[in-house]
């Protein structure tokens, strides 16, 4: 299973655009990237999912290189209520059971 | 679209009491679904997958028999506690994949069900 890697806290400010970043060395050719965020004592919600290059929905942004080793959420002019951790997570379609990482935990102050 | 609720949120047993978590898939069909355990602070830890009409799959270090899976139709699945200790109480959370979907696995969360057993 490919493993990821990203910061394990971040903070911003009301506003400002946030950019997290995940390492997955060993992500194999059937491998999607997918990033989810949860509040406290809330089940994890899906925010995007990627296979390459650059997938844009409502809420975020996901840029993925040619190499897919690593990817990059991106959370435009953000507000106190995207305050969550936000995991990255490599999904096997053949496995389909997810592997948690310990995820990034984002503040965002007023 | 693609919804996942869990029945109840909240729950306080008696210490070896037996607790049985729903989960629903609300919008879509799930002949797979995973329950998951999160402890405060800590990321979710897989505990087993799920299958519609087949026995359960358990992680490594997960007891069969005292965690017991049922998976009797497309949209639920229910995970049973049984004797539960204090060890016990945590925060389980379902997930549901919608059979649907081509393609990567998208896979929708329930809401969590807080256990405490005292």
């Known amino acids: 299973l490919a493993k990821t890697t990203q910061p394990i806290s971040m903070d911003s400010y009301e506003g400002q655009e946030v950019n997290i970043t995940c390492s997955h060395n060993?992500?194999?050719?059937?491998?999607?990237i997918t990033w989810y965020q949860q509040f406290p004592s809330q089940g994890p919600r899906f925010i995007i999912q990627?296979?390459?290059t650059k997938v844009t929905n409502e809420v975020a942004s996901l840029f993925i290189p040619a190499d897919r080793k690593s990817s990059t959420l991106s959370l435009p002019r953000v507000s106190l209520s995207d305050t969550a951790v936000y995991y990255c997570l490599v999904v096997y379609t053949g496995r389909r059971a997810l592997t948690f990482g310990s995820g990034t935990r984002l503040q965002v102050q007023p | 679209g693609a919804v996942v609720s869990q029945h109840p949120s909240r729950v306080i047993c008696k210490s070896g009491t037996s607790v049985k978590i729903e989960c629903r898939s609300l919008?879509?069909?799930?002949?797979?679904m995973f329950w998951y355990r999160q402890f405060p602070k800590k990321s979710l830890m897989l505990m087993a997958t799920s299958n519609e009409g087949s026995k359960a799959t358990y992680e490594q270090g997960v007891e069969k028999d005292k965690f017991l899976i049922n998976h009797a139709s497309l949209t639920l699945s229910t995970l049973t506690v049984t004797s539960a200790h204090p060890e016990d109480s945590s925060f389980y959370i379902c997930?549901?994949?919608?059979?649907?979907?081509?393609?990567?696995?998208?896979?929708?969360f329930g809401p969590g069900t807080r256990l405490t057993v005292l």
């Open positions: 060993n992500i194999a050719t059937n491998d999607y």
């Open positions: 990627g296979y390459k």
């Open positions: 997930s549901a994949r919608d059979s649907g979907l081509a393609g990567a696995d998208t896979q929708y």
């Open positions: 919008d879509f069909q799930a002949t797979t």
